[in-house]
């Protein structure tokens, strides 16, 4: 087991941060300008050249300073293999938002984490669309362009501004989320789609949401995020309440303060079954 000390967490957190900024530049020169743009898998599961191009940046700077560290990237999976003895883990999305990017909508980021036996310790994401950096690593605090930051006090559920998304098997499972959008809807200020994991996590660390839950995200999604969420004070777990798995795909975070009053109304939610009765036909152009 490897528990790396805060002057190592200092270093990653700057490796990380180096590593986002490169995968950032990659995503600000191909805005408004990609040429390809292809379903790698189920539909709507998008792939581009940025996402390529920025995948490259950041494991390029991650190899010069760490070459022998395993790392899990989005776009190559595990790259470095992971040693037997070895407990960390990067895992990166060079693009979380794609959906958003390919339709030029400014919602997306570099998102690069650190895990040390499974545990989120290192976060750093990054919105090159407004040049807005968010960074943590555990025990060390967190930071919005260099500045602390800290969840929102929001007090009361009907008070909030919640986040949500949907994953792409949306349409293979009736735990798709669905019914958890509308509920929480009636039950509060709004709940957004954001469309990127590791910005939403990112929005509530910096106080801008109150909370946050989604199902079926991969580790690239949520490492950097979650450290952001707790090194500004709020909480992530399961929905239950019981203790956050990274692979389970499934996270729960809040400002803290709303934390068990979500996590019971989302226990309580049955999915909706019939989306069977509206079928979808195509307007043909005349
Ligand atoms: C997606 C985004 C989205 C979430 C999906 C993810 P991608 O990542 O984070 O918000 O709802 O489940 O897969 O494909 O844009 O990297
Ligand atoms: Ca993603
Ligand atoms: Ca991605």
Not at 22 to 29: N, T, V, W
Not at 186 to 209: E, K
Not at 259 to 274: C, E, G, N
Request: glycine share 10%; charged share 20%.
């Amino acid at each position: 087991m490897t528990v790396p000390t805060s002057t190592d967490l200092q270093r990653y957190l700057d490796i990380a941060t180096e590593a986002a900024l490169a995968g950032g530049a990659m995503l600000q020169r191909y805005w408004g300008k990609l040429e390809s743009i292809v379903e790698k898998g189920r539909p709507g599961d998008l792939v581009t050249e940025a996402d390529k191009a920025s995948e490259a940046a950041v494991l390029a700077v991650i190899r010069r300073h760490l070459p022998d560290q395993a790392v899990l990237a989005e776009e190559s999976g595990q790259v470095i293999a992971q040693g037997e003895t070895d407990s960390l883990l990067w895992a990166i999305d060079p693009l979380d938002g794609t959906t958003n990017y390919a339709h030029q909508y400014p919602f997306s980021a570099v998102s690069v984490g650190l895990l040390a036996d499974g545990e989120p310790v290192v976060g750093v994401v990054y919105d090159a669309i407004h040049n807005d950096l968010f960074r943590a690593a555990k025990g060390l605090g967190a930071t919005h362009n260099r500045q602390p930051m800290q969840v929102s006090q929001t007090a009361r559920l009907a008070d909030s501004l919640l986040v949500t998304g949907f994953a792409y098997d949306r349409r293979e499972t009736p735990d798709n989320n669905y019914a958890e959008f509308c509920h929480l809807t009636h039950l509060t200020q709004g709940v957004r789609r954001g469309g990127s994991a590791s910005m939403d996590l990112a929005y509530v660390a910096c106080g801008r949401l109150d909370g946050y839950w989604e199902r079926g995200l991969s580790p690239w999604d949520l490492a950097a995020g979650v450290v952001l969420v707790t090194e500004a004070g709020g909480q992530v777990t399961a929905y239950d309440q019981g203790p956050f798995d990274i692979f389970s795909g499934r996270i729960l975070a809040t400002n803290g303060v709303i934390h068990a009053t979500l996590s019971h109304v989302l226990q309580q939610i049955k999915p909706f079954r019939d989306f069977e009765a509206i079928a979808l036909t195509e307007a043909t152009t005349p």
